[in-house]
Structures are given as structure tokens and as C-alpha cells.
């Protein structure tokens, strides 16, 4: 089956440089996208999402992008801070459906100070 | 904003018994969801439901049921409890709302069986 997948299972960054993380998708047919923080011993934090006739959506010191040619969805976080350290994961929907979410693996971000 | 409040943190069952797991959600959501959450397996969903006494088997129900008798609250069971059930549950609500809406998540609960 077609599923949710991320380029790097982990990314380190200086405190206050840009984060980018990554997810790839196969499903043509997703139109809806999703993505959470989960830091430790929590659940999965709503960030930001997507619908697909966007391309870019920005939030409070995140941005994020689809490139639906590429089926590429990546997250973009600004000034990165010590708060920002958690597992990452972006979620797809298909045919426009909230039941049925596909998540990705997850990229554990480490912002160093 | 969005609270869902999982009953408890921890849980230590042992094997063969019954086990409960609850949920609540204060935003009047339709939707809501049950989840596990193993490393290297991502989140896979086990049942959700989309209205009051209605259910809908997600990927891996096997070895679980759903009741939700009121709006607010969606119960997971695990009718004998097995080894392979240790994992961190997690639960989610949404509104089905105009278009796509997120789903919002619990704290989850650890749930080990010995």
C-alpha cells in the first residue's frame, strides 16, 4: 500500500539557525496533509496543515510547503529554540477524508544550544 | 483550544485480564480515535468513531473493542489483555467541520502487560 515516508530520520541544528524537515508521500490522490510535534512523553501536537491546492502555508515561525509535482511536503521552522526539540511526523489524508490519517515514521530534531 | 485527557498515564495489567482505557474530549467533536504507537511502526489506528454508539474498525483491531456511549468519551478494551498490547496508546478527537480538520491527540497512555 502507499504510505507516508520521511527523507532523514534525524536532524541536528544550532540553536536560532532554520530547521527544514521532510516527508515524501506516494499517494496521488492525498489532499489533505498534516504536521505534528511530539515531544517526549506527550502526544502528537497539531502544528500546521495543508490542503493540496496550496502550496506554501505559514504559521507562527513555521512554514510549510507542498510540491505536489515531486509529492514532497516539507516543514520549515524559524530561529529554531531548545523548546523546538522533538519528534517530527507528517500525516496524509486521501479523497478528503479525516478518518483514515497515514503518518509518517517521524524525524527527531535535536536543537543544540 | 482542543483538550483530550486520557485517563491515565501509566497502567501495569497482566495478562488475561480485562482492560479499560479512557478518553475524553471537551470540544464536542463527532470523531474520535484509537491509536497505538510502537517504535518503527508509526501510529496505527485500531477503531474510531464517528458519532455516538457507531464504530468503525481501523487497521489492527484485533484484540480490542470500542464502546462510546456519550459524545465526549470513547473507551478502548482490550477483552484479554496480551503481551504484544504493551505499547503507548494514544487517543484523538476531530469535527468533520467544512473541508479537512486536524485531529487533536491525548497525552496517550503506556499501557505494559506482564
Known amino acids: 500500500g502507499e504510505s507516508v515516508g520521511l527523507h532523514l530520520p534525524t536532524l541536528s541544528v544550532q540553536e536560532g539557525d532554520n530547521s527544514i524537515i521532510n516527508c515524501a508521500y506516494s499517494?496521488?490522490?492525498?489532499?489533505?496533509f498534516i504536521w505534528y510535534k511530539q515531544e517526549s512523553g506527550k502526544g502528537p501536537q497539531f502544528i500546521i496543515d495543508?490542503?493540496?491546492?496550496?502550496d506554501k502555508r505559514q504559521g507562527q515561525r513555521v512554514t510549510v510547503l507542498l510540491n505536489k509535482t515531486v509529492k514532497h511536503l516539507s516543514l520549515q521552522i524559524a530561529a529554531t529554540q531548545p523548546g523546538d526539540s522533538a519528534v517530527y511526523f507528517c500525516?496524509?489524508?486521501?479523497?478528503?477524508?479525516?478518518?483514515?490519517?497515514?503518518f509518517g515514521k517521524g524525524t527527531l530534531l535535536t536543537v543544540n544550544p | 483550544d482542543v483538550k483530550v485527557t486520557q485517563s491515565s498515564r501509566y497502567l501495569v495489567k497482566r495478562t488475561g485480564e480485562k482492560v479499560f482505557l479512557e478518553c475524553v474530549q471537551d470540544?464536542?467533536?463527532?470523531?474520535m480515535f484509537w491509536y497505538r504507537q510502537d517504535p518503527g511502526l508509526g501510529l496505527r489506528l485500531i477503531y474510531f468513531?464517528?458519532?455516538?454508539?457507531?464504530?468503525e474498525k481501523g487497521d489492527i483491531p484485533e484484540g480490542y473493542s470500542v464502546s462510546r456511549e456519550k459524545k465526549e468519551r470513547f473507551s478502548l478494551i482490550l477483552e484479554s489483555a496480551s503481551t504484544n498490547q504493551t505499547s503507548m496508546y494514544l487517543c484523538?478527537?476531530?469535527?468533520?467541520?467544512?473541508?479537512?480538520?486536524?485531529?487533536?491527540f491525548g497525552d496517550g497512555t503506556r499501557l505494559s502487560i506482564l
Open positions: 484523538a478527537s476531530s469535527s468533520p467541520g467544512t473541508g479537512n480538520q486536524p485531529q487533536h
Open positions: 470540544m464536542d467533536h463527532e470523531n
Open positions: 499517494n496521488s490522490a492525498s489532499d489533505y
Open positions: 468513531s464517528y458519532d455516538v454508539k457507531m464504530k
Open positions: 495543508i490542503r493540496s491546492n496550496m
Open positions: 500525516a496524509e489524508t486521501v479523497g478528503g477524508s479525516n478518518y483514515k490519517l497515514t
